[in-house]
């Protein structure tokens, strides 16, 4: 299968989608929590569409050329979070499970830090790839050959700030209060 390609629109898309079904499953969450980087977009907008708080867990694996080099997975030290305490019903969000190895291993490691407190835990992606060892609760894609997903924010990646600076060369030159 070809790698695919999603512009801003059709990502706010399914990440609208996602919320549907979601509230169409009829199940109750009050937290939800984002694997950054690439869930952050998603439980942000989920977030406030369901007007519920976002708490936010670092993971990273990927590195390498074109981040497309699966490493060592790594975990930040705590969730960053404004309430006091983590929500009993825990909405876990990304952008797409490849391997599964995150999404399988946050839970693990939600459940070892924060058990006490959590009831159930579900799982969201936009996108599910076939080579995955485990299957979201909720997907909006499911991709039984596992394309590469260029998403719209992958220009990003390969941004100098300099040269981006360069091309706003009034913004340079401007006084800011």
Known sequence: M?????????????IEHLAVKIYQSD????????????????????????RYPLAILAASSYGGFENRVRGD??????ITMTNDQLG????????????????QQSVVWLKRNYGSQIE????????????????PDYCVDYL????????????????NIA??????????NSKQP
Not at 29 to 44: E, H, T, Y
Not at 88 to 103: A, C, E, M, Q, R
Request: glycine share 4%.
């Open 88 to 103: 009993s019903h825990i909405l876990l969000v990304d952008d797409l499970v490849d391997s599964g190895t995150t999404l």
């Open 27 to 50: 199940w109750n969450f009050n937290q939800i929590i984002c694997l950054a980087r690439g869930g952050l977009r998603i439980g942000d907008t989920l977030s406030r569409i369901y």
């Open 144 to 159: 039984p050959d596992s394309p590469w997903i260029h998403q719209p924010f992958e220009p990003y990646e390969n941004m």
């Open 2 to 14: 070809p790698d695919i390609y999603v512009s801003w629109p059709d990502y706010y898309s399914k």
């Open 120 to 135: 159930e835990i579900r799982t969201a992606v936009l996108w599910y790839k076939g080579c995955s060892e485990i299957a």
């Open 73 to 78: 997975l790594t975990f930040s030290s705590h």
């Open 163 to 172: 040269d981006l600076a360069a091309s706003y060369p009034a913004a340079l």
